[in-house]
């Protein structure tokens, strides 16, 4: 049972008194959790909801009537009676005499510093600081050095809140940091030769506070306030963590975690954060091919659609990376030519990990496979597919369609190569080149999953909204969901093209599994396909 | 890398006994790091490495605990240790001529090590025997009330013990 419920099931509540207004809040409570609801936000630097309390970095403090001293808000719970001040005089000198003592040693390096600009020792000195140091000494020099094969540490910067070396005990399980010295010659280190190398240490760059921690991935790349952010969804495996695409002049540099606590928490794995990498690798295609020739975009979309107008029955294979949006319209694509059929690949299994903390890196790499079995029916990868490579091989189709999708995949196996060459006319969708185009007719460049603008549907059963890290307007080719609504359009079997969200609204329409959900209503946490968003709208989002 | 050190059966003998007297094998790490110290002569990477397999800690979590420890024994200390205190009462009796003594004779300053190996000179806080200002600590033996001719007796001896150790 938790501390809070009570014998009759409700949550037991606790009156307390935030800056002298009367509070209700749920016993057990930390002072700054629930002065959060109230919309009072304290600082802090050490404190971080994934991780144990550590109570090291005293910046949190305030004013208490149980206590002559002030106390630390992240470690000290509501009680009956309590009196908080957060912004008494005792609090406002308690939290800037605290942040002296945080800059005595730290450098003045902010312009150099990739931290800047989302740095909390930066927002809190700015907020909290003293506009001066009154520190004539020499500052002390601490070591910079590789951690690992991915991170370094700026040791001057480190104010040592141990947010990094909880998260290598407590989460990823690993325990590689820990604090070496002591006093002001404190910082964060490794164990000799042992670098920290875990499937999740790119977590501990986003949670450092500080410039400390640094990711050589993004080391020097851009600033942060210049970047272009897109909430989506990493691709990489069927969890489906929340990320954040940041992009700068509309390339890649950083995917960072998004918080959601049902399905990635706070985290992600180092091979999706790193895995943007894979777009811009030289086996990526962004240029269109009629028998080898390069052709325009727009005259892409048209070989596409003459060489369909032409066709007989079609057969489709599709991908698990594809939206439920573009599945959506492959479904009213493969019922215009009667006698079409639809079968899907699915990437090669990984390998899973479980985290103490829960976390989960699911060895099927499919981001999308549940989608597909709710669009297509559940043998959509299985007896169809199977059946479908059968007619393939046997040239049992003039024509097919493939989606050759998922920037981290090794792609669709030898026997799905050697299916789809033994059919006449090839058009294939493919995310970069490799032997399943030989001896394509028409390849078409496909999106990678965090280019994508749809929705997923996770190995929980989540409907997740992910977004393209594109602008609109700027993408370097057309798009599945575009270009396959032109090719609708042009085959008669659709009458304009619509948004993403849009096409999701024909798909809720006319698919009960899809039934009541729209985009507007997935919000950040997204909604699992069985709950139905409170009060069912028909017409949808207006994203 | 494989550890090829390990306690020997006096000193594991003792570490089970250790492992007795504290409620969590990790509360019992100060201790056996004294025991590998003692067993092994200092700590160095093999040897935290050892301690943290025998114990089941984390190796970083036994690399933090002695490096934030000044009475360890670190790697790369010289066979002697000689910890000059330089807090008030000595400072005020003349801990800095002390210092600068061995310095003279030994060519090292404070946080060096002779290139023979044989002794380390460093400044330290308090001792706690400040009667018998100025006072330094060698190895874990206190010399008190040192006058300049002390010191340069005392390097005179340890050189001895050192070079004569090496030859024996």
Redesign the interface.
Known sequence: MAENQTNDGTVAMTSWQLNGQEVENPTGMTIMEAAKEHGIEIPCFCYHPGLSIAGNCRICMVESNRSRKPVISCSEKIADGLEIETESELAVSSRNSVMEFQLINHPLDCPVCDKAGECTLQDHSYEHGPDRSRFVEDKNIRHTKELGPNISIWGNRCIVCTRCIRFC?EISGT????????GDR?VV??????PIDNQLAGNTVDICPVGALISHDFKYEARVWNMDRKDSVCGGCSRGCNVEVETLDGFVKRLMPRENLEVNDWWMCDEGRYGWRHLYADDRLSQATRDGTALADDSATAALEQLLSESGPVAFLIDPFLTCEEMHLVQGLAASRPGSSVGGWLPEDGIAANFPSGFKISAAKYPNRAGAEHIFGDQVFGNDATELQKALVSSDFNTVVAFCGGHLSSGPGESWAKALSSTPTSIIFSVKSGPWLEGASLVLPATAPIEKDGTWINEDGRLQRTRSCWNPGTEPFSVELVRLQTLQNALGIRGRSLSAAGIFRELAANNDSFAGHNHSDLGSPGLLLSERPAGIAMDGGSE | ?ANTISFCSETMKQYEWLLTRYPTRRAALLPTLRLAESDFGELG?PE??YV?DLMEI???????VV??YTHYRRAGTGKFHIQVCSTLSCALRGSEDVVSRITERLGIKPGETTPCGHFTLSKVECLGSCDTAPMLQCNDDYHEDLSLEDVDQLIEQLRAEAEGGQNG
């Open positions: 005990d325990s590689e940091l820990c604090i070496v010295e002591r404190s280190d490794v164990f000799p030769e042992i | 890398m990477v935290m490495r943290a984390p190796p970083a979590f036994v690399f933090g490096t934030f």
